[in-house]
Nanobody, 118 residues
Framework: EVHLVESGGGLVQPGGSLRLSCAASGFTFSTYHMTWVRQAPGKGLEHVSSIWTKGGIRYADFVKGRFSISRDNGKNTVYLQMNSLTPEDAAVYYC????????????WGQGTLVTVSS
């Protein structure tokens, strides 16, 4: 069975850092594009960052050089390093896998909560 399990969320002060992890199982991780999406309270889903199978990367404009996505195919894990966090970054962060054709986000994790507050 296909699973994505996020971890690494928590409470951090403004200006702080967190590293999110997403452990994948049940499929050949290295052959799928992966994405981080977030949802702030009362708001819709928002793309954060994507990483392709061959290492190409895309970031949302609001990342502004603060976040970094990476993947370790040997560990079946995708990461999101988040620095210089602001209260506007507070959200549930989801890891998602694209479908075989790269057309839509087919598999989602349960999410990990990031709270940014002093």
């Amino acid at each position: 069975e296909v699973h994505l399990v996020e971890s690494g969320g928590g409470l951090v002060q403004p200006g702080g850092s967190l590293r999110l992890s997403c452990a994948a199982s049940g499929f050949t991780f290295s052959t799928y594009h992966m994405t981080w999406v977030r949802q702030a309270p009362g708001k819709g889903l928002e793309h954060v960052s994507s990483i392709w199978t061959k290492g190409g990367i895309r970031y949302a404009d609001f990342v502004k050089g603060r976040f970094s996505i990476s993947r370790d195919n040997g560990k079946n894990t995708v990461y999101l390093q988040m620095n210089s966090l602001t209260p506007e970054d507070a959200a549930v962060y989801y890891c998602a896998r694209w479908d075989d054709s790269g057309s839509y986000l087919e598999i989602w994790g349960q999410g990990t909560l990031v709270t940014v507050s002093s």
